[in-house]
C-alpha cells in the first residue's frame, strides 16, 4: 500500500509536468469536450460535415500560410480551435459558409497584421464579417443548445480553470461582472426582466465567447490593467449594441474594440516590448514556443 | 521574394472573399415581405397555366378569425401566445357532391363558421344552424382546429373540434344538423391542443382519433395560476402536452389508450399525418413538434407505436416542425413528408424538411433523405400550414406554404427581445414573466405566403405573389379543394386575427385531370389510409386518403391527379386499408370517380 502510495506521487508529478509542458493542447482539448458534450446529450451539431469542412479548412489554411508567408511549419491547435468554434458558432443549411468563415478567419491572421501580430481574434473577425452580411444561408448560434443547468456549471467551471491556467482570468471576469452590471441597467432602461437580460450569458455562446475569444492570449494587449479595461469596454460596447438590438452584440463589439486596443497597445510598446512588458509568463511562452489558445 | 508574392495571393483571396460574401448577400433571392408588384393575371396563365383569384366577397365569404384570449400575466407577449387558432377544412357535410368550408374562431364568444357550398359560386354560412357556431364559450377553451370523419360510417361525415380546451365531438345526423355527443364518449376534459386527425391505426374498420398537445394540458391558459408554461428549451422541450390517441369502440365511445400504445412524449406537437410508410398495411404516424425533433412512429401491427424517427432520419436535428404533409413530388410513387419550420435571414435558418423516403423492401421500416434543399422548396419564411396539389394540372404536384408569425407594428422586430430570452438556461425561458414585452412589435411579420411549382420531377420554381395577388396576412392552415366542380385545386388559407383567402384557380384549362373519391366497406366509410396511384404517359404518382393533413387543416376528401397534356389514364390501382387492391382499367379522364371498395370475392 505504501509502496503503492510512494510509486504514484512520481507518476503524479510527472503527469502535472507534463501538463505544464504541453498546456497548448488543453484548450483545444476543452472545446472538443464542449462540442462532445453537446452533441452526445443534445446533438447540437446539425452536420458532421459542416463542421469537419470548418476544421478542415482552418487547419489546412493555417499550414498553407504559416508555410508561404512565415516560412515555418506552425502547431496546428488554434487553427483547430478557430475550426471548432466556426463550426459551432454559425449555422447554416449548406456547407460553403464553413468553409469561407474558416477561410476568413484565418486568412485575417495573416493579412491584417500590424507590427507582425494579428489583430484580430481569428473566428471573431469570420464569424463577425459572415453575420453582419446578415445573408439568407448564414445565422448564429443564439437560440441552440439545450438549457442543462449541472451541464452549463460543469463547463463554467471547467472554463474557468483553464482560463486561470492561461493567466487571463481577471479577463473573464472582469467581462462577466461588466456584463451582470450593465445587463442590470439595462434592464432599468428597457424595461425588460433583469434575468432576461442575464439570460444571454447562460447560453453557449457565451461559453465561447468568455473562454475562447476575448481571452485569446495573442490578441488581448499586453499589460493585465489594459486586459482589464479593454474586457470592461468589450461589455460596454456589447450594452450599447444591445441597446440597438443587434443579436450578436458581443461578436460585434469584441470586433470593433478588440483590434483598436491591439493597435494603441503596439503603438505605445512595440511587438518587442509588447512581449517583454506582458510581465506574464504565459505571454512570453506565447511568443517563444507557439502556445496557441485563441480561437 | 517568395513570401512577398504568397502574401500578396493571400491579401488578394482575402478580399475577394470578403466581396464575394458581400455581394452574395446583397443578392438575396425573392423576398419573403410583400414588396411584390400586382401580377398580371394573363401573364400568369400563359407563363404558369393557373392564376389564383381572391374571391372572398364573390363567394360570400365574410369570415373574420379573431385570437385566444389568455391570461392577464401573459399580457407582455400575447401576441406571441395568442398566435394560432385559424383553422380550415374542408368536407362535404351533407353528400351533395360539393364542398363545403368550415373556419374555426379563437376569440371568447367568437363563432365559427360551416360555409355550405350553394353550387352557384356562393356560400353560406350555416354554422349556427347546424349547432356548429357557438362553440367558443368563455369556460370551454378556444377552436385551434376541427377534422371531419365518418367515426360511426352512417355515410355522413362527423366532426372533431380541438382546441386549447375541451375536445368537443359532434355527430352529423344525416347532413341535416349536428347533435353533440362529447359526454360519455371518452374525449379528454382538457387539451391545449393544435392538431388532430382522424385514422384507422389497427385497421378494424373504425376511425380513430389522434390528438395532439401542445401547452401542458394542466394550463387553462386564460386563467393561469403559474407563469411557468413556456418551453423549457428552444431546442430540447419535453415539457409540452401529452398526445392522446383514442381508440374507437364503435358504439360512440373512445379509449384511451396512449401509454399502452407507447406514445408517452410530451414534445410540443403541432401537426400529424398518418400513412403506411413500410408496406405492412398499417399507418405509421409523424408528428412535428416545436422547439425539439419531430417524431415517427411505426405502427407494429395496430397494436402499439415505436418511436424510430432517428434510425429514420428524421428525427436528429431540431427544429420548429408546424406542418406535416404528403406529396409525390417526383412522380416515383412514393409520397413525402413535407414538414415546416423556420428560416429568417441572418438570424434562424431552419429551412423546411421534405422528407422522401429511400426504396426499401416491403416490410422493412423506412428512412428517409431531405430533398428540401436541392428541390428548391426549403426556405419559405415563418412557415405554418403547407399543402401539395397539382394546381396547373401539368402533372406535377406544386407546393403552397402559408407564412407570417407577427404582423404588428410595421418596420419593427420582436427577434432580438426573442433570441435573447431563447438563449438562456430553461429556468429563464421556461417563464413567461422572464420574456420581454412585445410592445406591439412584429415578428416575422408581413409575409408573403409562397408558391412553389413544379417543374418537373421534383424541380420547384418560387412563384410567390406571381399568381396571385400579393398578400401578407399572416398565414395559418392551408386546405387544397376544388370548390367548384371544375376539375382544379381551389386553395383556401386560414390567417391569424385576420379574414381568409379563399383563392379561385383560375386555370387555363388545357390540361386533364382525374379524380377518385373514396368510400370504404370492409374498410372505415372514409377510406382514410387507402392509397392510389394513378399511371399514364410514363408517369406514376401515389396519393393518400387523409381526414386531418397539414396544420390545423383538411383537405378535400377526393384525390386530384393533374395529367398534363396526356388523355390517357394506363392504370389505376387503389390500395385499401383492409388490403384489398381494386385496379380501375380505361378510366374517364377530366371525371371525378366515386369509387367503393369491393367485398371480399368480388
Not at chain 1, 481571452?215 to 468589450?234: F, N, Y
Given at each position: ?203 453557449p455562446m457565451y461559453q465561447l465567447f468568455i473562454f475562447f475569444m ?82 | ?247 374507437n369502440m364503435g358504439n360512440g365511445r373512445f379509449r384511451d389508450i ?320 383492409s388490403g384489398r387492391v381494386d385496379r380501375i382499367a380505361n378510366p ?15
Open positions: 500500500m505504501g509502496q503503492d502510495k510512494a510509486g504514484q506521487l512520481p507518476k503524479n508529478n510527472a503527469a502535472l509536468q507534463w501538463l505544464k509542458n504541453n498546456f497548448q493542447y488543453i484548450p483545444p482539448a476543452f472545446i472538443t469536450l464542449i462540442l462532445l458534450v453537446g452533441q452526445f446529450t443534445f446533438g447540437i451539431l446539425d452536420s458532421y460535415v459542416n463542421l469537419v469542412a470548418a476544421i478542415c479548412t482552418a487547419m489546412i489554411a493555417e499550414a498553407i500560410l504559416a508555410r508561404t508567408i512565415l516560412g515555418t511549419w506552425r502547431n496546428l491547435s488554434s487553427a483547430y480551435i478557430t475550426g471548432i468554434s466556426v463550426g459551432i458558432l454559425i449555422r447554416s443549411n449548406v456547407v460553403w459558409p464553413y468553409v469561407v468563415t474558416a477561410l476568413l478567419s484565418i486568412l485575417a491572421k495573416y493579412v491584417l497584421r500590424y507590427k507582425g501580430r494579428h489583430l484580430w481574434n481569428p473566428s471573431n473577425f469570420g464569424v463577425s464579417w459572415m453575420l453582419f452580411l446578415s445573408s439568407m444561408s448564414v445565422a448564429g448560434l443564439s437560440i441552440q443548445w439545450g438549457s442543462n443547468f449541472a451541464a452549463m456549471c460543469a463547463i463554467w467551471v471547467l472554463g474557468l480553470l483553464i482560463v486561470h491556467r492561461a493567466k487571463r482570468l481577471h479577463v473573464t471576469i472582469a467581462y462577466v461582472v461588466s456584463y451582470i452590471v450593465l445587463a442590470y441597467l439595462r434592464g432599468m432602461i428597457t424595461g425588460d426582466a433583469f434575468l432576461a437580460e442575464l439570460s444571454p450569458l447562460t447560453g476575448i481571452t485569446d492570449p495573442r490578441t488581448t494587449v499586453s499589460t493585465k490593467k489594459g486586459r482589464i479595461i479593454v474586457a470592461i469596454l468589450v461589455a460596454f460596447v456589447e450594452f450599447v449594441l444591445r441597446l440597438y438590438h443587434y443579436i450578436y452584440a458581443p461578436f460585434f463589439s469584441l470586433f470593433l474594440v478588440g483590434p483598436v486596443a491591439m493597435f494603441i497597445d503596439l503603438t505605445i510598446h512595440g511587438r518587442k516590448s509588447h512581449i517583454q512588458l506582458s510581465g506574464d509568463k504565459t505571454a512570453s511562452q506565447d511568443s517563444r514556443s507557439g502556445l496557441q489558445v485563441s480561437a | 521574394m517568395r513570401r512577398k508574392a504568397a502574401q500578396i495571393v493571400a491579401v488578394i483571396i482575402f478580399v475577394g472573399l470578403l466581396a464575394m460574401t458581400y455581394i452574395s448577400s446583397q443578392n438575396k433571392p425573392r423576398t419573403f415581405g410583400g414588396d411584390l408588384a400586382a401580377p398580371q393575371k394573363q401573364t400568369a396563365l400563359k407563363k404558369y397555366g393557373v392564376f389564383l383569384e381572391p374571391v372572398n366577397e364573390a363567394a360570400n365569404i365574410t369570415f373574420v378569425h379573431t385570437s385566444p384570449e389568455v391570461d392577464p400575466k401573459l399580457n407582455h407577449i400575447k401576441m406571441q401566445i395568442a398566435s394560432m387558432g385559424a383553422s380550415v377544412s374542408i368536407c362535404d357535410f351533407d353528400n351533395d357532391g360539393w364542398n363545403d368550408i368550415y373556419f374555426t374562431n379563437s376569440g371568447p364568444g367568437s363563432k365559427n363558421a360551416l360555409y355550405r357550398n350553394l353550387h352557384n359560386g356562393k356560400f353560406e354560412d350555416v354554422a349556427p344552424e347546424m349547432g356548429l357556431a357557438d362553440v367558443n364559450i368563455k369556460g370551454t377553451g378556444a377552436s385551434m382546429g376541427a377534422v371531419w370523419g365518418d367515426f360511426d360510417n352512417d355515410g355522413f361525415k362527423d366532426l372533431l373540434l380541438y382546441k386549447w380546451g375541451k375536445p368537443e365531438l359532434y355527430k352529423n345526423i344525416g347532413g341535416k344538423k349536428f347533435m353533440q355527443i362529447t359526454a360519455g364518449s371518452g374525449l379528454p376534459q382538457w387539451v391545449n391542443s393544435n392538431c388532430a386527425i382522424w385514422f384507422d391505426f389497427n385497421n378494424d374498420g373504425l376511425l380513430d382519433i389522434f390528438i395532439g398537445g401542445y401547452y401542458s394540458e394542466t394550463l387553462h391558459l386564460d386563467s393561469l395560476t403559474t407563469t411557468k408554461m413556456m418551453p423549457e428549451s428552444f431546442r430540447y422541450a419535453n415539457n409540452g402536452g401529452r398526445n392522446y390517441l383514442l381508440e396512449t401509454l399502452q400504445a407507447g406514445l408517452t412524449s410530451t414534445k410540443w406537437t403541432l401537426a400529424a399525418a398518418a400513412a403506411d410508410f413500410n408496406g405492412d398495411g398499417y399507418p405509421e404516424l409523424y408528428l412535428a413538434n416545436d422547439y425539439n425533433v419531430d417524431e415517427f412512429y411505426i405502427n407494429e401491427g395496430g397494436k402499439k407505436f415505436e418511436e424510430q424517427g432517428g434510425p429514420a432520419g428524421i428525427g436528429h436535428i431540431p427544429k420548429s416542425g408546424m406542418n406535416a404533409s404528403f406529396g409525390d413530388i417526383n412522380n416515383s410513387g412514393n409520397p413525402g413528408i413535407y414538414t415546416t419550420n423556420i428560416t429568417e435571414k441572418g438570424i434562424l435558418i431552419q429551412g423546411n424538411n421534405y422528407w422522401d423516403p429511400k426504396a426499401k423492401d416491403a416490410g422493412e421500416n423506412p428512412s428517409f433523405v431531405n430533398l428540401a434543399g436541392i428541390s428548391g422548396i426549403e426556405n419559405a419564411g415563418w412557415s405554418y400550414g403547407a399543402q401539395f396539389g397539382d394546381l396547373n394540372n401539368d402533372g406535377f404536384m406544386d407546393l403552397y406554404v402559408a407564412n407570417g408569425f407577427i404582423s404588428a407594428k410595421k418596420n419593427t422586430s420582436y427577434w432580438y427581445d426573442y433570441s435573447k430570452v431563447t438563449s438562456g438556461n430553461s429556468s429563464i425561458i421556461g417563464d413567461a414573466r422572464n420574456w420581454p414585452d412585445m410592445e406591439g412589435k412584429s415578428q416575422s411579420g408581413y409575409e408573403q405566403d409562397k408558391i412553389w411549382l413544379n417543374d418537373s420531377d421534383g424541380l420547384f420554381e418560387d412563384v410567390s405573389g406571381l399568381i396571385c395577388p400579393p398578400a401578407t396576412y399572416d398565414g395559418r392552415a392551408v386546405a387544397m379543394a376544388d370548390l367548384w366542380n371544375r376539375g382544379v385545386l381551389d386553395v383556401i388559407v386560414a390567417n391569424q386575427n385576420s379574414q381568409p383567402l379563399v383563392y379561385k384557380n383560375e386555370s387555363d384549362g388545357t390540361y386533364h385531370w382525374i379524380g377518385f373519391d373514396l368510400i370504404g366497406t370492409i374498410s372505415n366509410a372514409d377510406a382514410v389510409g387507402a392509397r392510389i396511384e394513378v399511371k399514364w404517359d410514363g408517369k406514376k404518382q401515389a396519393q393518400i386518403v387523409t381526414d386531418g393533413i397539414g396544420f390545423s387543416s383538411q383537405n378535400q376528401h377526393r384525390l386530384h391527379f393533374g395529367l398534363g397534356e396526356s388523355r390517357h389514364v394506363d392504370s389505376v390501382i387503389i390500395y385499401w386499408p374517364q379522364i377530366d371525371k371525378l370517380h366515386i369509387v367503393k371498395e369491393t367485398k371480399r370475392g368480388n
